[in-house]
């Protein structure tokens, strides 16, 4: 699917949650940027079974995320 979102100064959370089939592999990419650089962004991954998994970047110019 495709979603956007854009959060202000104040910070902010969004969730999805998304139905899994057992023994399959699932990869969730984003494009993300900060606007100045010094606040840092994270995506991540969690209540799926497993281990939680995140990445985070604090670039100004868009950059490709991916968990796997």
Do not use: D, K, M
């Amino acid at each position: 699917g495709q979603s956007a979102l854009a959060l202000g100064p104040q910070g902010g959370q969004v969730a999805r949650e998304v139905p899994l089939q057992p023994n399959s592999l699932y990869r969730l990419s984003a494009y993300v940027r900060t606007e100045s650089g010094a606040e840092e962004l994270q995506v991540s991954v969690s209540g799926y079974g497993g281990v939680a998994r995140s990445i985070s970047s604090a670039l100004t110019e868009y950059r490709q995320v991916s968990i796997e």
